[in-house]
């Protein structure tokens, strides 16, 4: 486990282990720590990168793993950790050089972009997207699906 994964693991498994504990939804201020944490990260690979001779990726990378941070994200707040833990690892087991740093800045800015925008989400949103975007992709199984509250008319 490398560092990045390390600080996901803590951050997030904090956060929730604390919603656990106290029986509520997790809310929007330990996502927006979080987020912060994520990009404070994000800023310092990215940093990291530049120092080791590292260029901008351009815009081919700019929705770089955003499928599966989506559904990493949405796993945790829908409960289903224990179908995305294959998801949330870090792009490379090991970053060696600046391209290498650079690359995993885009991933985690990305995901702190999608953990963002799915936060304040109603759980409803959450629960469609989960089903349409993530259940039978990335590994994640069938039975993970969510029963939804209100089906779509068509």
């Not at 998801?87 to 985690?108: F, H, N, R, W």
């Not at 997207?129 to 993530?134: G, S």
Request: net charge neutral; proline share 4%.
């Amino acid at each position: 486990m490398n560092v990045l994964s390390a600080i996901r693991f803590v951050v997030l498994g904090a956060i929730f282990a604390m919603a656990q504990l106290i029986s509520v939804p997790v809310s929007a201020s330990s996502w927006n720590e979080t987020i912060r944490e994520v990009k404070k990260k994000a800023a310092e690979y990215g940093d990291r990168g530049r120092a080791l001779g590292g260029l901008p990726l351009g815009s081919a990378y700019g929705t770089f793993r955003m499928d599966e941070h989506q559904c990493v994200i949405l796993g945790y707040m829908l409960d289903k950790k224990h179908v995305i833990t294959q998801l949330d690892v870090p792009t490379k087991p090991e970053l060696v050089t600046g391209d290498d740093y650079i690359l995993e800045a885009t991933s985690l800015h990305n995901w702190a972009f999608k953990a963002d925008y799915l936060k304040a989400k109603p759980t409803e949103f959450k629960i469609k997207l989960w089903n349409r975007e993530c259940v039978g992709r990335f590994g994640i199984p069938a039975d993970a699906r969510i029963e939804e509250a209100h089906k779509d008319a068509f």
